[in-house]
């Protein structure tokens, strides 16, 4: 099996992306990869990822990513996954980019293997729900990750900021842009330009960056009941209302509408609009088959 490592864009030079792409999608196709730092299980029809480099509090190395791309990817094709979560440990969801790894990183290197673009793509492709399950540090990167999920549940410990500005950076993976359509543009310059304004997780409800906030041994169990009520409905719907929200940051209100709006009537073209509604009429439950 060929190592996610051989990928690592800031130890070598080939032309990474396609490689990765094609390691990908090949991935997709058979059983899942002996992964080093993370954990995957599927109960019912959710996918739980966890971040599984406990040593650096989930700092989020190039090799991490590729496994959490892989895994994302993976599920994304199986129909039998409705919706995943992410998560980490108790102590850190991640406490950022590896900064040990890409201390001596180069400009040139990073344009050319758009360093951290490969971070972003398979999340912002995925079409499935993903929830971010936040337990303890959610820093730099791990704050962006979150981010990059569609619905943010946090334990009671957790911390979101975003310190990169205190090594001499900015945030690179979305922090300047999410956060601040998450929490407004002052909390946001505050929290980026001193590195060290963070939110605690009832902050972090109060600003709308978390919906749901639970004592820190039952956020797992929690987020996972959710991402089964997810789940459990037509995947088609789903999957179109993903989209349709996700363009409510993309386009005006106009479009927006007109965009949901075609969404809407094209639902009535599946199996699941047919059932759920006839369900409804004859009192009963829906019975749904995601198409
Ligand atoms: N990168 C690499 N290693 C990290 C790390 C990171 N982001 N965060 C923590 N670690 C490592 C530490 O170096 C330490 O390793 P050693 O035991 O080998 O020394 C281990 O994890 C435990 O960390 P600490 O001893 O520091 O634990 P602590 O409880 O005292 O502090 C912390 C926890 C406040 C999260 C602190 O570790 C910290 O400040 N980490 C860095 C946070 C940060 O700056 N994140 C932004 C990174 S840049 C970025 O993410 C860019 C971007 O936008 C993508």
Redesign the pocket.
């Known amino acids: 099996m060929l190592r996610l490592s051989a990928l690592n864009p800031l130890t070598r030079s080939a032309p990474t992306a396609q490689v990765a792409t094609a390691l990908l999608r090949f991935n997709s196709t058979m059983n899942a990869p002996a992964y080093t730092m993370i954990k995957t299980e599927v109960q019912g029809r959710v996918a739980v990822i966890t971040l599984d480099r406990p040593?650096?509090?989930n700092?989020?190395?190039s090799e991490l990513f590729y496994e959490i791309n892989d895994a994302l990817s993976r599920y994304d094709n199986d129909t039998n996954v409705g919706a995943v979560v992410l998560t980490g440990s108790e102590?850190?969801f991640?406490?950022?980019?590896?900064?040990?790894?890409?201390k001596n990183a180069e400009f040139v290197n990073n344009y050319k293997t758009n360093f951290?673009g490969h971070?972003v793509e398979q999340i912002s492709k995925m079409r499935k729900p993903i929830i971010a399950a936040v337990n303890g540090?959610a820093?730099?990167?791990?704050?962006?990750l979150a981010m990059m999920c569609d619905i943010i549940y946090a334990g009671e410990k957790a911390?979101f900021?975003?310190?990169?500005i205190?090594?001499g950076?900015?945030?690179?993976?979305?922090?300047t842009q999410r956060l601040t359509h998450a929490v407004g543009k002052s909390k946001a310059m505050e929290m980026i330009l001193t590195?060290s304004v963070n939110l605690d997780a009832q902050e972090a409800m109060a600003y709308g960056l978390v919906s749901k906030v639970f004592p820190p041994e039952k956020l797992l169990e929690e987020t996972i009941k959710t991402a089964a009520k997810i789940a459990s409905k037509g995947a088609v719907s789903v999957q179109m209302a993903k989209e349709a929200v996700n363009q409510a940051y993309e386009l005006g209100l106009t479009s927006g509408l007109h965009f949901e709006r075609r969404l809407f009537q094209a639902t009535f073209a599946t199996k699941d609009q047919k059932e759920g509604m006839a369900a409804f009429a004859e009192k009963r439950k829906p019975d749904f088959v995601h198409e």
């Open positions: 040593k650096a509090l700092a989020l190395c102590r850190a991640a406490a950022g980019a590896d900064i040990k790894e890409m951290l971070w540090y820093l730099g990167g791990g704050c962006e911390v900021g975003q310190p990169e205190n090594l950076t900015i945030p690179g993976a979305g922090g590195g």
